[in-house]
C-alpha cells in the first residue's frame, strides 16, 4: 500500500477508536473549542505539543516555526496570538522549545542554509548577547541546548511586548506568558521559571499606554 494511502486507512482507524471510546467525540469537538493554553513551539516532528502535555483535540491552541520564534513583523504568528487571546480568551502562553534544536544550531553556523538564515537572525543576536556565557561552555551540545534556553527566553519577552498581550493585560484579562523548554531525550519539559503576568518587568520603552 503507498504511504498516503496507509495515512488515510490510519486515520480511519483512529477515528474508529475516538468513537468506540466516547460516541460523543466529535459532537463535543464541533460544538465548541475553548482550549485555556496556546502553544508557540518549534516546527519539529519530534514534538508533539497535545501528547508532550497530555492534552486532548481542542484543549490546545498550537502555533509552530522554526526554532519557536516570535518575531514583532511575523503577521501569521501574531494573528494566532490575537485570536487566541482575544477571541478564545486563552489563559497561558507557553512557550516551548527543545533542547537539540536544528534551528537553533543552525544559527550558530556560518555555512549558507537558504532562506532560513533569514529567518534564525535574531537567535544570531541572542548569542551575541550572551556570547560570554555561551563560549565558556566547552561540551558543544551543552552550549547549543544553553543558547535553546536563552531563545525561550527571549521569546517570552518578546511575547510581552506585543500591543496584543499589553491590551489584554489592561483590560484586566488573565494572561501569563511561561518559556519552557522540551527534552527529546526523557520526554520531560524544563521550566525556565520566566513567567509575565503584567508589564512590570518590561523597560518602559516597550510599554503601549492607551
Not at 468513537?19 to 502553544?39: C, H
Not at 505539543?49 to 490546545?60: S, T, Y
Not at 549558507?112 to 561552555?137: M, Q
Amino acid at each position: 500500500m503507498p504511504k498516503i494511502r496507509q495515512l488515510i486507512a490510519n486515520n480511519s482507524a483512529w477515528a474508529k477508536r475516538m468513537l468506540e471510546q466516547d460516541p460523543d467525540f466529535f459532537n463535543n469537538l464541533v460544538a465548541q473549542q475553548t482550549p485555556e493554553y496556546l502553544w508557540i513551539g518549534c516546527s519539529d516532528s519530534r514534538v508533539p505539543a497535545n501528547q508532550v502535555v497530555g492534552m486532548a483535540p481542542g484543549e490546545l491552541f498550537v502555533h509552530r516555526n522554526v526554532a519557536n520564534q516570535v518575531i514583532q513583523t511575523d503577521f501569521n504568528c501574531l494573528s494566532v496570538v490575537q485570536y487566541a487571546v482575544e477571541t478564545l480568551k486563552v489563559k497561558h502562553i507557553l512557550v516551548v522549545g527543545h533542547y537539540g534544536c536544528g534551528g537553533v544550531r543552525a544559527a550558530t553556523e556560518s555555512c549558507c542554509h537558504g532562506l532560513v538564515d533569514h529567518w534564525l537572525f535574531p537567535i544570531k543576536d541572542i548569542y551575541r548577547e550572551h556570547h560570554k556565557e555561551l563560549e565558556a561552555i566547552t561540551d558543544e551540545k551543552d552550549r547549543i541546548d544553553r543558547l535553546c534556553e536563552l531563545n525561550v527566553i527571549e521569546q517570552v519577552g518578546n511575547l510581552a511586548k506585543t500591543t496584543i498581550v499589553q491590551q489584554a493585560w489592561d483590560r484586566g484579562q488573565d494572561l501569563a506568558i511561561h518559556g519552557w523548554v522540551y527534552s527529546i531525550e526523557d520526554g520531560l519539559v524544563r521550566d525556565m521559571e520566566v513567567t509575565v503576568r503584567d508589564r512590570a518587568s518590561l523597560e518602559r520603552i516597550y510599554h503601549f499606554d492607551d
